[in-house]
């Protein structure tokens, strides 16, 4: 008996060792996969800049001294004219409310199209269970075509303008926004639904009543800082030619010494803008998730 009690106490310790050795054996093993997998990725991102480089017309290290050459420029040009900054502003000011015009109009088209998505693609929530892999995928490519290859698709079918741009971005931003209102709809509490639906409610009446008044918060917060993405995209889309703030960008960069005043000009409204929507919408998310809370 007292052996049996002497074998289980040294077999006690015993097992914790060799469970201990393998457990250490294994991170050695989870870090060396990781460094090797760490140092392919930085061979291949060192091989593929050199044979971009190679590639390139002038070289990057040729010409990384002259990458504080135009932004000089701009800036010298627009401190010499900068008595004339205020008439220009006020001059591309309606380009500027087309820009935002475009984002906005967008945001609500694609938050609408993405609600929809989101809901029809939920598990528990989904109006057709089997077909929830195909509204996934659908918006899966809806984000994963860039807003500046269905602008151009657009522009050569519809001509130049803010409506390519307005349903781009509203594309890409339905496919985005409906991915995480998916996320957010998981978590919603089933209850109100079951509630709804043993009155009769339909399908519309329960999301309407039950899940949406869960989730609005996080819904309203997803959309404002998709607002802020889509000004810039919005901005970005006017070099393509589809109008707005990006559009006058694009003219006055393109024609050079001379215009670079007017350059500065639509910087200094693209970034006051930015960061004039950035506070505004991230006020009115804390008050939104948080109540107001800090």
């Known amino acids: 008996m007292s052996d049996a009690?002497?074998?289980g106490h040294n077999s006690g310790p015993a097992s914790v060792d060799a469970i201990q050795s393998s457990y250490l054996q294994q991170v050695q093993r989870k870090r060396l996969y990781g460094g090797l997998t760490l140092m392919i990725f930085a061979l291949l991102m060192v091989a593929g800049f050199m044979t971009a480089d190679a590639r390139n017309a002038g070289g990057f290290w040729e010409g990384l001294h002259n990458v504080g050459d135009y932004p000089a420029d701009v800036l010298s040009e627009a401190w010499e004219k900068r008595a004339a900054l205020p008439a220009l502003i006020v001059k591309y000011f309606p380009a500027l409310v087309e820009t935002i015009n475009i984002a906005a109009v967008a945001t609500i088209l694609g938050a609408g199209l993405g609600l929809i998505l989101s809901l029809l693609s939920t598990?528990?929530?989904?109006?057709?269970?089997?077909?929830?892999?195909?509204?996934?995928?659908?918006?899966?490519?809806?984000?994963?075509?860039?807003?500046?290859?269905?602008?151009?698709?657009?522009?050569?079918?519809?001509?130049?303008?803010?409506?390519?741009?307005?349903?781009?971005?509203?594309?890409?931003?339905a496919g985005a926004l409906g991915k995480m209102f998916s996320e957010v709809a998981e978590n919603a509490d089933l209850k109100p639904l079951e509630g709804l639906a043993s009155t009769g409610a339909t399908w519309a009446q329960g999301m309407w009543l039950g899940?949406?008044?869960?989730?609005?918060?996080?819904?309203?917060?997803?959309?404002?800082?998709?607002?802020?993405?889509?000004?810039?995209?919005?901005?970005?889309?006017?070099?393509?030619?589809?109008?707005g703030l990006g559009y006058e960008l694009r003219n006055a960069m393109a024609w050079g010494p001379g215009r670079?005043?007017?350059?500065?000009?639509?910087?200094?409204?693209l970034f006051g803008t930015i960061i004039f929507f950035d506070q505004l919408s991230g006020r009115f998310r804390n008050q939104l998730t948080t109540g107001g809370q800090a």
């Open 5 to 7: 009690t002497l074998s």
């Open 123 to 173: 598990r528990g929530l989904a109006r057709w269970p089997r077909l929830i892999p195909v509204f996934r995928r659908t918006m899966d490519i809806m984000r994963a075509i860039p807003e500046i290859v269905i602008a151009l698709v657009l522009i050569f079918v519809l001509g130049g303008g803010p409506v390519p741009a307005m349903i781009a971005i509203a594309i890409h931003t």
């Open 211 to 243: 899940i949406l008044p869960q989730v609005a918060p996080n819904y309203v917060s997803y959309a404002l800082l998709r607002f802020e993405i889509n000004i810039r995209a919005s901005a970005i889309l006017g070099f393509v030619g589809a109008g």
């Open 260 to 269: 670079f005043d007017d350059a500065a000009a639509i910087f200094l409204l």
